[in-house]
């Protein structure tokens, strides 16, 4: 049996190209071995090492790993085909037969139904993490492997619903129309949970907002907020997609590969001029720490979270909190949910009209019965 304290070797490539190492559980051995690589750099707030992205780099970091379990990104399986793959339901002779799947016919066939880099990954990721969950062959897989492995995701990951129908996704892409195996349209899916989201209120908009002193970070939550972005959307800006004459944003190549056109605030238009001035961008509207490279998503992820703390919000607030209060405030305010649907870039009208169950202009005129019952601060003394 395997060893259940074997602590697994994360290494992935973040989105500014670098590799990221980080360890599922702490062992000084790991450090004094992951210390023996040049280049290293420790992050330690998020806990991870980080090494630039040259050749020999991968070779380096699984040679010093090479008798711990690895859990490579499929984002690098180009640039090293065959990952350690430890299992105790497989003979180790088993685990480097399975090792040959690097799924290369799938991302090649992906890649030409141009789907985004990001469903690439995990369509990959899933397929990768269901052959290693059973410690099978891939000739050897059956309906009953794949109901086991929804169930593994729900009971031991507690995977969302989202997630699990993103992995019926994966695995149906591959068997059916890679493959052409038809047993997994027989899988059903989960039902999608009902969860209503975060919504700020203008007040508590304004109390981040005016916490932020930075004038490019205040520029990019301006403009998430006032053109309701999805934060993959605000990052990848370029200059010209700012359109001051006309007052819009152009979204290019967003989820669906869909492009579409936003609002564009003039108040939010004022802070990207002064942010212009100060800055200069070239080649993207926000630039990262390297040259030619955009800024990360979790880069603008952690901008929020330390304005939310200066603001004192309390809520449970991602970046995505600020499109939804986006589509509340304009319903709110009076415009057809018609038009929120265009400016949001939903496909399907259903997704937009949650926020008929968030919003306060119908709810928020309804009086409590308590409210009418005239008890007042010490009625009942």
């Known amino acids: 049996m395997m060893n259940k304290g074997l602590p697994k070797i994360n290494i992935r490539k973040d989105e500014s190209g670098e590799i990221r190492v980080s360890f599922s559980s702490y062992q000084s051995i790991l450090v004094k071995k992951i210390k023996n690589i040049k280049g290293g750099r420790w992050h330690p707030d998020e806990k991870y090492w980080s090494f630039p992205n040259t050749n020999g780099i991968l070779e380096k970091i699984f040679k010093v790993f090479e008798s711990e379990e690895i859990n490579l990104d499929p984002a690098l399986q180009s640039q090293h ?78 995977s969302a619903t989202s997630t699990l129908n993103q992995a019926i996704n994966a695995l149906k892409f591959y068997y059916g ?48 907020y006032s053109a309701g972005l999805r934060v993959g959307e605000v990052v990848k800006l370029k200059p010209e997609d700012i359109d001051s004459e006309r007052m819009l944003i152009h979204i290019k190549g967003s989820k669906g590969r869909k492009d579409r056109y936003t609002i564009l605030s003039e108040t939010a238009l004022e802070i990207l001029r002064e942010y212009w001035r100060e800055y200069k961008p070239r080649k993207w509207l926000f630039e990262g720490a390297r040259p030619g490279r955009y800024l990360s998503i979790r880069t603008v992820e952690k901008i929020l979270e330390h304005a939310c703390e200066k603001a004192n919000i309390r809520k449970d607030v991602s970046v995505h909190t600020l499109r939804h209060s986006f589509a509340t405030h304009l319903l709110e305010g009076g415009t057809d949910l018609r038009y929120i649907q265009e400016l949001l870039g939903h496909k399907d009208s259903k997704t937009t009209e949650i926020y008929t169950h968030v919003s306060i202009k119908s709810i928020g005129k309804i009086k409590s019965p308590l409210d009418t019952l005239g008890l007042k601060e010490g009625n009942n003394k």
């Open 177 to 224: 129309e890679v493959l052409k195996r038809k047993f997994v349209y027989e899988i059903k899916r989960p039902r999608k949970d009902k969860k209503l989201p975060v919504i700020l209120s203008q007040e508590e908009i304004t109390k981040i907002l005016s916490s932020v002193d930075n004038i490019k970070h205040k520029a990019i939550l301006m403009l998430i």
């Open 81 to 158: 085909p065959s990952p350690i793959i430890v299992r105790d339901k497989i003979s180790p002779a088993e685990a480097d037969k399975q090792s040959l799947y690097n799924f290369e016919d799938l991302r090649r066939e992906l890649v030409s139904r141009k789907y985004s880099y990001k469903t690439i990954k995990a369509y990959i990721y899933f397929n990768k993490d269901f052959l290693n969950f059973l410690g099978k062959r891939l000739p050897d897989i059956n309906d009953d492997d794949i109901k086991n492995y929804l169930l593994h995701l729900a009971e031991n990951k507690q």
